[in-house]
């Protein structure tokens, strides 16, 4: 999906690459996933499934060098990541800023 956003807004391709993007997103009731693991999932479920991880996941994927960070203010999260997002803009935090909410 950040794919899809960065093309729709005319960065497809590896414009963004390698450049001080932030990623901020909001999401309610971070990490839930951990505490449903069985002692029997697979090591790698933990990693691949801990909700706090997506945002530098995102960063690594796209060697992203700006801010990365997963913010959990319950309901409001996307509107906290959005504001937080415009913040690291204005200060010089970062270049570009991708924002939104996940569930």
């Not at 002692?39 to 909700?51: C, F, K, N």
């Not at 959990?72 to 204005?90: E, K, N, R």
């Amino acid at each position: 999906v950040t794919w899809e956003a960065m093309e729709d807004a005319g960065y497809g391709g590896d414009l963004l690459v390698g450049s001080r993007t932030g990623v901020y997103l909001g999401r309610e009731g971070t990490n839930f996933s951990f505490y449903r693991m069985s002692s029997d999932s697979d090591p790698m479920q933990l990693t691949g499934s801990w909700e706090s991880l997506i945002v530098s996941r995102i960063s690594y994927l796209f060697d992203f060098k700006g801010p990365c960070m997963m913010l959990d203010t319950a309901c409001s999260g996307s509107l906290v990541s959005v504001h937080m997002a415009i913040q690291a803009l204005l200060t010089g935090e970062c270049d570009v800023a991708i924002a939104g909410g996940i569930n």
